[in-house]
């Protein structure tokens, strides 16, 4: 685990298209209330020929998280992985990690069962928070824990076009990396050079 | 949480690289306020690796649209309790829109209707399933006796199995009508 | 589609447009109609540098994907590729060898597509020629095409044209029966493929076996039942002939008799009861008019597992009955993906509550009719059984009773192991591998044995019809005109023992065009041709000839049994362009259209429409939404991402009628019908339209009708249905409404 590089997520804006698939699975998986909206899809320039897109954004985990840097009661932890959590259980809900997120990525609710002080809530990368893992309180407050279970986070998994995709910094420039490589490339059938050294 | 685990590992490990609590917390014998002052017990490793003891995975389908979304379902006593990822499945490798990711909550909706119901003076009515069948087959039959068997539409559905839609069609033949359609004609 | 070549179904996959050289897609929308096989399309364009063209009234989510777009004015999808045929002919791009030797009437079509010029098209179209050139360009000179299509372009009053003339176009550029190409429908609804080969329709018998008597018989014969006594149960022998009702329409078999009210034709008899499963009727176009007739029936029965909103819309006040569905989690069975592969779904959970299964109340509803042993005797006969299972014995029926679209082989034995192994198999070819071999992912149909490999690409015949080969279907006669019409020399599939076009086989012909000899036990048990073989002897033989059963012959771009024997523009019902409504008249008042008359040229020529109405109306979907919408309605989290009806606006337009984005606006329709929803402005709709989502219900010209949802049931989104206004207007051939080219007049609220 120590040999990962940091978590990241990665959504490929050529092929995010505004399906809201990520952002469902999210909500349904760790069954938020519905004022809770940890990942949206963001769509711009709507119906402009040439210039609509969309991307879809939840917390980035960043390095050197701003989150966690104004956070006065230092409720934010950023684990070895890098993804950055934090303890509901510390957090005051006074909101400055709303000013200082880039993403807009923390939430808070007015009510039910998350929201009972107004505290903060986030994308946790399907890694659960602070409380034993898998555990009900940890479920409760946090929603699934997919990355103990050795599983990829909801949103990407069930990403309809491939287009968000997460995993340690090094994956994630790998897939991409295989997708901009494989362009005009066709779509691979036989191995590459087969057809040219043994015919059809 | 007075004497927290973050403070506590802070001293040790550096505040930025805290490890997930569950998976330390044995090693370094922290304690946890959930678990009122006891020891926290370390979890199982059947617990970390699954959630819900003794589930079992069903594989089925999206009831969405037609490209055919494979869907896994995570049962635990007869309960469905997490819609899985069909990241084999070889159409859609576990993709879904946001219909396809929220079939469980469908399924699970709580506004589900849940009991026959009738319509009585404008008032809708709690029945039982025998006292609907009774009285709807009874209308059926006497409509079919005055005004013959045309007198009836049947509406079918494209969110029917390929059994339930084969069966219909044979249910309105047997009942004598050619009144029936369903959603492919819109 | 059918007409045109035999089948009316997608021809290849969605995995196979990864394949694609140049995409097409004319009114469809799969970005958001059917995300995950926008994916499909997303490779394509990655790995083959295959350009995206979309032809639509509206920039939608697909567009925003395309290389190429053009905003064509809704409803002249027809001048359009009459427009790209034009330059296709005019540079010799289409490909001679494909249509001499697979293709009857193309010279019909080559007539008619000289009189389109650019120029021409520009002026029906709205599409400069500059964009026109450019995209047939684009299209026409990579190979192979695909080409998308899905409600935009069948629910016109031309619609049966439209789905004649885009075959057309890629039969004219050879893109039929090759990987990567073909005409490629994309259904709405998870089993509307499923439930159409099923023919829950009421113009044919499973299978499409149609209604003539020889059918009637097959099946009677089939489901272990007397034939006199089926026929018995119909008011008279002819009444079991003739096309019923169809859900576009029913609401007239209720209504006829009032002032104003089209007539029909029903056995002497008004629609009295409606019985409904799982069909959110609050989709169908002339909301005013379903209203009317749900209010005039005696008996409404509805099963749903959610509030259908027709007991919202009505006003009925006794014997209406709702009643709990289970969910297709809550039962087993197959169902049918767009491209015809079949997958099994398994029971995830007991039924909820008090819900029965659709069969279950079928079962319960026969039994006290009195035909319970009839209905499902079909399930004992194959193995000669005292009980039946369901629905495994369902499946295994209709594998042995429909050979038309070569269900043999989806044996359920055979579709749950598909199911175990849904890995393995190839993600572009759907080839199985392992102890997949052999076969394709879901058995693609026709799959014509029970060891059959299922067929991935229609009318391919660079493959064997062993491995899914076929050439195109000999439906239609040897002869028209004078014109031979099987498959010319050399058309055949890979490895047939008859290298050219054969006739369909039959007892008679089988022994001269397989070229073998039937045993004497053979000939004593082979049905007469192939759809009613029960034996299975032709299919049998046929794939040890490498042959097909339904012959192999020539796709015709002629239909010469329609009332446009060639697919010919013809302006919808309420046009904004006037001055071509006069060129290009829509059809004659057809006169018991599926049991009602229905008007065409009386409703084009009433008045000049377009001076009340001047914008377009088209409606659509939403990504989070589904059909009728109740069941995503009644989600939060799908609730939440559109809470509320809207219309989609240009600002442009907006501001000429002084609204502004979120107030409320009236939309006013040509039957006097009106919705009042929320502006939304978008430049994804041009300053002569606006965009209507099709998914909303609760609302009725104006008045909320929350007051009408059982307690405890309201959807947690309701408003107005986009088909209160939608106009009147039906295809001259299926009866789709036109919902996707009317007219209407908007104010502010």
Redesign the interface.
Known sequence: MSSFARMKFYCDEKRCID???????C???HELPVGISRRKVILLNEGIEGKEFSTSVACMHCTDAPC?QVCPV?CF????DGIVLH?K??CIGCGYCLYACPFGAPQFPTDGAFGTRGVMDKCTMC??G??????D?E?KLYG??R??????P?CA??????ALIVGDAQSVSKIYRERVASVGHGVQSAPYGWSKAYGK | ?QN????ALSTRIG?????????V?SAFGAT????SGNV??A?TKE?????FPGSKL?????????????VI?E?QN???V??E??????????????????????????????????????E?KRIS?DS??????K???D?RKT?????????????????????????A?????????????? | MANTWGYGAMTNS??DIQNAKAIIIFGANPAV?????F?HLLVAKERNNAQIIVVDPRFTRTAAHADLYAQIRPGTDIAFMYGMLNIIFKNGWENKEFINDRVYGMDDIRKEAAKWTPERVSDVTGVSTQKLIQITNAYARQTPGTLLWA?GLT?HTIGSSNTRIAPILQLALGNMGVEGGGCNI??????????????????T??GYYG?SDGSWKY?AKS?G?DYNW?KG???AKE??N???????R?YA?VLAGKAGEDKIH??????????????G?T???QQAKVKEALDNL??I?IA????NEA?VLTD??????????A????????????NR??????????P????????DL?F???K??G?YK??TK?MLMKENKKSFK??ED??D??ARIIKTIGFTGWTSKRLKNH??N??K???VS?MGYGPMKGEY??LPWPCWTETHSGSPVLYDINRSVKEGGMGFRNRFGLMHDGVDLLAGKGSAPKDSANPDGYPEITAKNIEKVLGITLSASEKKRIGKNWKVDTSNIIAQKCMERGMAPYGNAKARANVWTFPDRIPMHREPLHSPRQDLVKEYPTYKDKPNHY?VDTRYASEQDKEDWSKKFPINLITGRL?????AGV??R?????AK?SPEMFCDINPGLAANHDIKNGDMMWIHSPSDTKIKVKARFTYSVAEDRVFLPMHFAGYFQGEDRSAHY???????AVGESANTVTNYGYDIV????E?KGGLCRIEKA
């Open positions: 399906c809201d698939g990520c952002s469902v699975a909500d349904e998986a966690e230092n932890y950023i684990r070895e303890d259980n510390i890694a659960g602070p409380e034993p893992t898998n555990s309180a479920r699934q824990n990355i103990a279970e050795g599983k990829v909801a998994a069930m990403c309809s076009t491939k | 949480m927290t685990t973050q403070k505040r930025r690289s805290f490890l997930k609590m569950a998976a917390a946890s306020a959930f678990a926290t017990r979890a617990e970390v690796k699954n959630p069903v594989k089925t389908i999206c009831t969405s649209c037609s490209v055919g979304c494979g379902a049962v007869g309960v469905w997490r819609q990822v069909a990241q084999d499945h070889p159409v859609s490798l576990g993709g879904h829109c946001c219909k396809g990711a929220d079939m469980i909550d469908m399924v699970r909706s709580e506004i589900r209707n849940k009991h026959p119901m009738v319509k009585e003076n404008g809708w399933w609907a069948l009774d009285r709807i087959s209308k059926l039959e409509l005004s013959g068997p045309d007198s009836t539409m049947f509406l079918g559905s494209a969110k029917f199995n390929n059994e339930q839609a084969y069966y219909f069609r044979k249910f033949a047997m009942y004598g009508t050619n009144n029936i359609d369903h959603q492919a004609r819109i | 969605l995995n109609n059917h995300p995950v096989g994916r409600m629910q994309l259904r709405g609804h998870d089993n509307v493929q499923g439930a159409t080969d099923m023919c829950c329709l009421s113009h018998l499973p209604l099946f489901w039942v089926l149960r119909f008011k009444w079991m003739k096309k019923g009702f169809t859900l576009a029913w078999g029903n056995a002497g008899t008004n629609l009295k009861a409606l019985v409904v499963l799982g069909n009727i989709s169908i176009d005696e008996l029965v749903d597992p959610f509030v007991v009925k006040k006794d014997d209406v009955f709702l009643l709990p569905a969910s297709q989690f809550e039962t087993s069975g197959c169902v049918t993906a767009t592969s079949a997958q099994w779904r398994s029971q995830v959970i007991e909820l509550y008090e819900s029965k299964t659709d069969q079928m319960e509803l026969a006290r009719l035909f009839e209905f079909g369901w629905p369902a499946t029926e209709f199911q175990k849904w890995d198999f190839d993600h759907l992912y879901g049991r990504v989070n939404m589904n059909g069941e995503t009644s989600s939060k989290y799908l991402l059982p307690k405890g049931h309201k959807p947690y299926t009866q789709l409404p919902t």
